[in-house]
């Protein structure tokens, strides 16, 4: 049974939401190709039909990944979106959670690709961040950028340190909720 154009391209985004979400929960080297088709409900066989090696899956599902963390952040108040990402709740939802805390230094060790994307993410994320304002000045929309880079690299790293932590260990939600402080009180004064 031959499959249509549009079936083709419904197949594909399925693999790469399902590799999104595998890659996070079991990094880059933890997932095979094999697993990850059978998890998406295909053959190994059709990988290749798809895509040209795993590293073009890689980062077509990286930046899938990211498109969603920005999509979730995208005109959110720079604060509630520390709260949030700094919650219990998405240290806990690997799966689900931001690609740039769960993949981020594997993303160090990939080819050039996937780096590339990473770096498109996170300026993606620093644009849904960034308050953009028409009316600022030279001077404060660097100070804005800078601030939103700040935020996010150390969001990024308070989720990384914690999930080092075992879930049950009090030193991973101490880490969420002293940079969650930090950074808020940072940003009120701001």
Same mark, same amino acid.
Request: hydrophobic fraction near 45%; charged fraction near 25%; aromatic fraction near 4%.
């Given at each position: ?34 697993d ?33 963390? $920005? =999509? &979730? ?6 604060? /509630?979106f +520390?709260?949030?990402?700094? %919650? *219990?709740e ?36 620093? $644009? =849904? &961040? ?6 600022? /000045?030279? +001077?404060?929309?660097?100070q %804005? *950028? ?10 990024v ?27 808020? =009180? ?5």
């Amino acid at each position: 049974m031959k499959v249509t154009k549009a079936q083709a391209q419904a197949n594909r985004a399925h693999v790469v939401e399902t590799a999104s979400a595998l890659f996070r929960e079991r990094g880059y080297d933890g997932v095979g190709v094999s697993d990850l088709m059978a998890a998406a409900g295909f053959t190994h066989g059709g990988f290749y039909k798809q895509f040209a090696s795993k590293a073009d899956l890689m980062a077509e599902s990286a930046a899938c990944g990211i498109a969603q963390t $920005a =999509a &979730l952040s995208a005109g959110a108040d720079l604060r /509630d979106f +520390v709260r949030v990402y700094l %919650s *219990r709740e998405h240290r806990d939802s690997r799966s689900t959670g931001c690609t740039m805390a769960a993949l981020g230094g594997d993303a160090a060790r990939q080819p050039e690709a996937v780096r590339m994307r990473f770096a498109e993410g996170i300026e993606c994320l620093l $644009a =849904a &961040l960034n308050r953009e304002d028409s009316a600022l /000045d030279e +001077v404060d929309a660097r100070q %804005s *950028r800078e601030q939103a880079v700040d935020a996010l690299a150390h969001v990024v790293g308070a989720i990384v340190l914690s999930r080092a932590c075992p879930d049950d260990a009090p030193l991973a939600d101490e880490i969420l909720t002293v940079c969650r402080d930090k950074i808020l =009180a940072s940003l009120n004064r701001s």
